[in-house]
């Protein structure tokens, strides 16, 4: 038994869709979240960039004594979170293994759609485990950097016009491709399941990564007894930005109110 918490983090709000998976699958852990609101969003910058702040979102979260992070961002999954994995004495995980993992499972034909971030997609990371996997796959991937704004933005709706015609021009090549498994390789776009849904058709199978990482994390926690024995867990949560609209725009994410504190923290840029 470990009843330590799990540190979160994300460059902002997309991370909650993660967490809302780990709270669901994992009721008795407390979560430490982080979201990097105030450089949001990570998907356009470089991968140096990348990692130094996602060292320095794991420095903060490290200043808890938390039992293992969970980087619930595409983004920093695909560029260079495994390099610097091996520098902390705790567990470090991404959410690109557990998605990679379903979607080779998942797949009857082999070809599996990728959408994420332009970083994301930048990389390689995606394809490697994949071929890993499954040596025959086609992997067929898009960038789809508006979707990031049109979610920050609350346009999620099945019924949002300016949605449906972005994701129509981002997803037809990948319909046309015939891909039969798509993965929503960014934490923000299970918000936007619905419409990615209407459009790539009722055949294609979507894989969120949050909720394919909180079960592997489940697992590996239990595997080695280090689940809490509580009965029900809280989350504190920590934001770069104002932590006045983070609250306000987060339930939308967790599909809940907000409970417990959101605090605005400065991080240490030095790392
Ligand atoms: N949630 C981030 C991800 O999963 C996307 C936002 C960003 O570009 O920072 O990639």
Redesign the pocket.
């Known amino acids: 038994m470990d009843a330590r918490p799990i540190g979160v983090f994300?460059?902002?709000?997309?991370?909650l869709t993660c967490v809302k998976r780990l709270m669901d699958v994992m009721p008795g852990e407390d979560i430490i979240y982080l979201g990097?609101t105030g450089?949001?969003?990570?998907?356009?910058?470089s991968r140096e960039t990348i990692i130094r702040y996602a060292r320095q979102d794991i420095a903060f979260l490290r200043s808890f004594d938390i039992k293992a992070v969970v980087a619930?961002?595409?983004?920093?999954?695909?560029n260079g979170l495994e390099e610097i994995a091996g520098d902390y004495p705790i567990p470090v995980f991404g959410?690109a293994d557990a998605a990679a993992r379903a979607a080779a499972k998942a797949t009857k034909n082999g070809r599996i759609g990728l959408i994420?971030?332009?970083?994301?997609i930048r990389s390689s990371a995606y394809d490697e485990k994949i071929l890993k996997l499954l040596p025959s796959a086609r992997i067929f991937k898009k960038a789809c950097?508006l979707f990031?704004p049109l979610v920050e933005e609350g346009r999620v709706g099945e019924d949002d016009r300016v949605l449906r015609l972005v994701a129509e021009g981002y997803l037809t090549p990948l319909r046309d491709a015939g891909v039969d498994t798509l993965i929503l390789?960014?934490?923000?776009?299970p918000l936007i399941a619905g419409t990615v849904a209407a459009v790539m058709g009722p055949d294609v199978r979507l894989i969120d990564?949050g909720a394919e990482t909180a079960e592997m994390l489940r697992r590996t926690l239990a595997g080695s007894d280090a689940l809490s024995d509580r009965a029900r867990g809280r989350c504190c949560y920590y934001v770069t930005d104002s932590a006045e609209d983070f609250g306000r725009a987060a339930s939308l994410f967790l599909d809940s109110h907000v409970e417990g504190d959101v605090r605005r923290v400065t991080l240490e840029e030095k790392i």
Do not use: F, I, K, Q
Not at 116 to 120: I, L, Q, V
């Open positions: 994300d460059s902002g709000l997309g991370g990097d450089r949001v969003p990570y998907g356009g910058r619930a961002c595409g983004t920093v999954s695909t959410v994420g971030t332009r970083a994301s950097p990031v390789g960014c934490t923000h776009y990564t």
